[in-house]
């Protein structure tokens, strides 16, 4: 039979030790929990979010993001509901930010191409472009630090999710006359 010594230390030095060691842990988790905000969105009760208005609306596009830098502040993630109108075409791109893409019904064109070795598919020596075509009931996968063009050969309805939320100065658009 194996006897487990009893595992509160008895000596006063082993106590002044344990208690030096969780005042370092909990001054440790309260510096951590002040730099990150971590734990702090559990205080916030859930409710449904309003219908939010336009951020984005043209001829081509009706964008309206139910969360994120421009409706509600916060830059974790945006989630944002697009309807395309009319056939276009959006900018290249370059974003810093991650994004999922569910296509709701229609269809459209992605372009993708890197100018970083590493981010290219083994496949590619150089930085040509191929494209990715998604559906109604599709979802695309987009990593940050590709260059990106979205094309829409029809009328499409889509909602995307970007992480961190999407912001104009980390999409690194490339404006060009052929929008």
Known sequence: MVR?????????????WLGVGVGVG?????WFRQRT???????VPPAVLPMPPPVVQTAQFTIR????????????LSIAHVRVG???????????????????WGAMKVYVGSHT??????????DEPFEL??????????????RYRYTFPEKCEYVAVCL?????SIASREEDAEQ
């Open 26 to 30: 909990v001054a440790i988790a309260w």
């Open 4 to 16: 487990l010594g009893c595992p509160v230390p008895h000596k006063l030095r082993d106590q002044v």
């Open 37 to 43: 905000g971590w734990g702090r969105h559990n205080s």
């Open 86 to 104: 009319e056939p276009c075409q959006e900018a290249i791109q370059t974003p810093a930010f991650d994004e999922y893409v569910l296509v709701l």
């Open 164 to 168: 961190p939320a999407f912001s104009p």
């Open 117 to 126: 070795r590493s981010l290219r598919p083994r496949n590619r020596k150089r």
């Open 133 to 146: 075509l998604a559906g109604a009931g599709d979802t695309l996968w987009l990593p940050r630090g590709h």
């Open 65 to 76: 993001e139910s969360c994120g830098r421009a409706s509600t502040g916060d830059e974790r």
